[in-house]
């Protein structure tokens, strides 16, 4: 994640480390420890993804007119 307007070559650079960090054996040894299950995506495949779960658990949301949580 980065502030929208960051530039594309700072993103694919933070995506790039992101992704070496997470798939190196001690990055996924450290996450798995944490109870956090690895999974990267490189930064347009992660932003497909989180559009694609929004429209769907959206809609999920309106048609069962589920209230906010307070």
């Given at each position: 994640?980065?502030?929208?307007?960051?530039?594309?070559?700072?993103?694919?650079?933070?995506?790039?480390?992101?992704?070496?960090?997470?798939?190196?054996?001690?990055?996924r040894?450290?996450?798995v420890?944490?109870?956090?299950?690895p999974?990267?995506?490189?930064?347009?495949?992660?932003?497909?993804?989180?559009?694609?779960?929004?429209?769907?658990?959206?809609?999920?949301?309106?048609?069962?007119?589920?209230?906010?949580?307070?």
């Amino acid at each position: 994640m980065a502030p929208a307007g960051t530039p594309q070559a700072v993103v694919d650079r933070l995506s790039a480390e992101v992704g070496k960090i997470i798939t190196s054996p001690a990055g996924r040894d450290e996450l798995v420890r944490l109870a956090v299950e690895p999974d990267f995506r490189p930064a347009g495949d992660l932003a497909a993804f989180m559009r694609s779960e929004l429209d769907k658990w959206g809609q999920v949301v309106r048609e069962t007119h589920m209230p906010p949580i307070e």
